[in-house]
């Protein structure tokens, strides 16, 4: 379960290498954009490969079909929320300019948390079956977390939030990732093939709307038409991450 909590520490720690990064270098918003592009690809990929395709074969349509939805429409609901609060640049580039200074830092907190929990869960439960974690989850989240980092650490900058007051969010945002990682594997370790296809079809329908509200507009936003190119590479390394 301490290797769970390692990988889920790995995933997770990709927000603060982002961090670190907006607050040491310029970096620019089509950098961030191809970055946010290339994750997109990798994302859809895991959840389609990984998480929903495991689930079918495991747990059947139904429970999967009834998961993928659920997660969703709940993450649809919460992302309302915590948009309407301010976290709405969470993933977004535009935190760099003017536009996020209004921003709220807490909601910006809370918004990321609500993605790296049920993604940090499966990156522990990936280890029950194979005892062996799924590097396409990995990656996936890895890269999509370091935008992530980047360009919401740029918005708490200009909404005048510390440097430290900022370390410590992004310090919890990576023990909550271990955490879960941890409590994937070991609440999940029993658990019925179909309550695993549940849970699993669960983080995909959160990803996959997650991706498609937030990461996707983005990225063409500031990268411009070639990032769907980048996108299809992207989706294209994580089928071959999927035959490793």
Do not use: C
């Not at 093939?193 to 996959?208: L, R, T």
Request: glycine share 12%; aromatic share 8%; net charge neutral.
């Amino acid at each position: 379960m301490w290797i769970a909590a390692m990988w889920g520490a790995i995933s997770g720690s990709a927000v603060l290498l982002g961090a670190i990064a907006a607050m040491a270098f310029p970096i620019k918003k089509r950098v961030i954009g191809f970055i946010m592009s290339f994750g997109t690809g990798v994302l859809i990929g895991a959840a389609t490969y990984e998480l929903l395709g495991e689930s079918v074969r495991s747990g059947g349509l139904l429970p999967t079909g009834s998961g993928f939805l659920v997660g969703a429409i709940v993450f649809t609901l919460l992302d309302f929320f915590i948009s309407r609060k301010g976290g709405h640049q969470r993933k977004r580039s535009a935190g760099q300019n003017d536009a996020a200074k209004g921003s709220s830092g807490l909601a910006i907190f809370i918004g990321t948390v609500m993605d790296a929990i049920p993604e940090s869960i499966m990156i522990g439960a990936s280890l029950i079956e194979n005892n062996n974690v799924s590097w396409l989850l990995v990656i996936a989240i890895f890269i999509s977390n370091i935008p992530e980092g980047l360009s919401s650490t740029s918005g708490m900058l200009k909404s005048n939030m510390s440097k430290q007051k900022i370390m410590i969010l992004w310090l919890s945002v990576l023990f909550i990732s271990t955490l879960s990682a941890w409590g994937g594997y070991f609440f999940l370790e029993n658990a019925s093939e179909e309550v695993m296809a549940i849970i699993a079809s669960f983080a995909a329908g959160g990803i996959i709307t997650m991706v498609g509200s937030t990461m996707m507009p983005e990225a063409f936003e500031e990268g411009g038409s070639i990032v769907g190119l980048v996108a299809a590479i992207g989706l294209l390394v994580s089928l071959i991450l999927t035959t490793i």
